[in-house]
């Protein structure tokens, strides 16, 4: 039994995959780097805020640390946890990817620019703001540079 409000189960790439599938969920993926400060300040200060938390229960939340030894199939294709990362434009960590339950990636704009990842460190409101930009479908008709209170 797990205590607390929210309980959102974290999964790796694979089974995230198979989840959101089932789920019908949006996925919500993480890239991540164990030696990054800043990877580390976001699982901390940022996934354990409850406002974040109750905003990832929209998604299916897979966790990929691109220093793992870990391999994955995506698309019919094998990789390395590195190469995975790589393939969704994490050279920085962390980096956001929003994929539909099928697996595919989310396009979206960004200071007028299609884009299909995030990346940096956002605090806890801003990211609670994100998840829900995606989560309500605002991804489709407006720029994600209009929810951060820069």
């Not at 990636?105 to 994100?130: C, H, P, R, W």
């Amino acid at each position: 039994f797990i205590s607390g409000t929210y309980a959102q189960q974290t999964y790796t790439f694979n089974s995230g995959l198979n989840a959101a599938k089932s789920n019908g969920k949006k996925i919500f993926l993480y890239i991540y780097s164990e030696s990054d400060s800043w990877s580390k300040k976001t699982d901390s200060e940022v996934i354990a805020s409850d406002g974040v938390k109750k905003a990832l229960d929209a998604f299916t939340f897979i966790k990929l640390n691109a220093d793992s030894p870990d391999k994955y199939t995506y698309g019919e294709k094998d990789y390395t946890s590195s190469d995975l990362s790589k393939q969704f434009g994490g050279t920085g960590y962390p980096t956001f990817v929003f994929m539909n339950s099928d697996g595919s990636v989310i396009t979206f704009k960004y200071n007028g620019d299609n884009t299909s990842n995030l990346s940096g460190f956002l605090g806890a409101d801003d990211f609670s703001e994100m998840l829900n930009f995606f989560a309500q479908n605002k991804h489709q008709n407006s720029d994600i540079s209009t929810i951060f209170s820069n």
